[in-house]
């Protein structure tokens, strides 16, 4: 039997290239390798945005959609929506109770969030109970499932110590060896900056999203930050101090493509301006076949509703046997 993985996007809208690069490419290879449970973490994006629900729902689409666009199979993978699964909410009520109230204060992912909260909104009272308590639910979305690993980026890793922590700690208080300690799965891709060299963020308007049209993707990789040095045209380029524009060739480009910018570059035979249609062009090639499913999508909302339904009930069947056992072990009536 296959391995089984968890793992989980917040519903914050439309996906950029730096989700596609770091997360959605590795899930899309993963699903043929794992029995996979890939999910919209709608309740973890209420821990900050729970008086902005307007656009939920669609946002929780449009996350369903780029997954589904980029390759994710909801033939092969188990695509749900968290809420759907109430069952979540019962195992995060007996997670939390065995959780130490200093496990969730210590959590460094947290504290970020609580400063970036407090910057923004100026109050406290911003940080919700709920908030605090985003590691543990975090823990019982991957434990529903009693998940073998779960494909995270770097900055999760803290996330997924804790729930090896809980699982730990309710294996012992319960004397069973129920549930496994979960690893993080850590993927080796590259990373992509955004256009201004920054981390690519969509709050911070630089990045590219899988949905942009073309004619969007190509105005907005005109903006990429190059060589800052370089005045002229014909000016030599220095390829490895081109902050953006040189690093997009050598995730996009193949190694001939690479080879060929940099020597131009250095001549002083490419100026940057026809460098970057050129390489907004091999990017729209590229995402071209995923535009198109997308756009498809889009025009078939049911058809995506349906799938998003089906994955939660087929969830759901999981996520009950997983959760009348731990009733049992725990002692409830
Ligand atoms: N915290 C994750 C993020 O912000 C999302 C998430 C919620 C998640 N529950 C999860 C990821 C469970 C992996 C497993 O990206
Ligand atoms: Fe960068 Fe291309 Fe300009 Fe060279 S020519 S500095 S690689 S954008």
Not at 121 to 136: C, F, K, R, T, W
Not at 172 to 183: A, L, M, R
Request: glycine share 6%; proline share 3%.
């Amino acid at each position: 039997m296959k391995d089984r993985i968890v793992t989980g996007m917040r519903s914050t809208g439309k996906l950029h290239f730096g989700h596609y690069l770091g997360v959605i490419q590795n899930l899309v290879k993963l699903q043929h390798e794992y029995e996979c449970f890939f999910f919209v973490a709608d309740w973890h994006a209420l821990t900050t945005k729970y008086d902005k629900t307007e656009t939920l729902r669609q946002d929780i689409k449009d996350v369903v959609i780029d997954w589904l666009a980029s390759g994710i199979d909801p033939n092969i993978a188990t695509i749900y929506v968290q809420s759907l699964v109430p069952e979540i909410a019962e195992l995060n009520v007996y997670l939390s109770m065995v959780t130490p109230q200093n496990w969730v204060e210590r959590d460094p992912c947290l504290k970020d969030m609580a400063k970036i909260l407090r910057t923004k909104e100026g109050a406290n009272s911003q940080i919700s109970y709920g908030l605090m308590g985003y590691p543990v639910l975090m823990s019982a979305d991957i434990m529903m499932f009693n998940a073998a690993a779960v494909p995270v980026g770097i900055d999760q890793v803290a996330h997924i110590e804790i729930t090896r922590d809980i699982a730990r700690r309710f294996n012992n208080i319960y004397k069973t060896d129920f549930f496994n300690e979960p690893k993080a799965l850590l993927n080796n891709c590259s990373l992509i900056c955004g256009l201004d060299g920054n981390k690519m963020g969509k709050s911070f308007q630089n990045d590219i999203k899988i949905s942009d049209t073309e004619e969007v993707t190509a105005k907005k990789i005109m903006t990429a930050i190059t060589d800052r040095s370089r005045m002229r045209k014909d000016d030599p380029g220095h390829p490895n101090e081109c902050e953006v524009a040189f690093k997009y060739w050598e995730i996009f480009g193949t190694q001939e493509q690479v080879q060929t910018v940099r020597c131009e570059c250095e001549k002083g035979l490419r100026g940057c301006a026809d460098c970057k249609r050129e390489l907004g062009r091999i990017i729209n090639e590229k995402f071209a076949p995923i535009r198109e499913k997308r756009r498809y999508y889009e025009a078939h909302p049911e058809e995506v509703d349906r799938i998003i339904r089906e994955g939660s009930q087929k969830a759901r069947v999981e996520a009950r046997k997983i959760l009348e056992e731990v009733r049992n072990i725990i002692g409830m009536y």
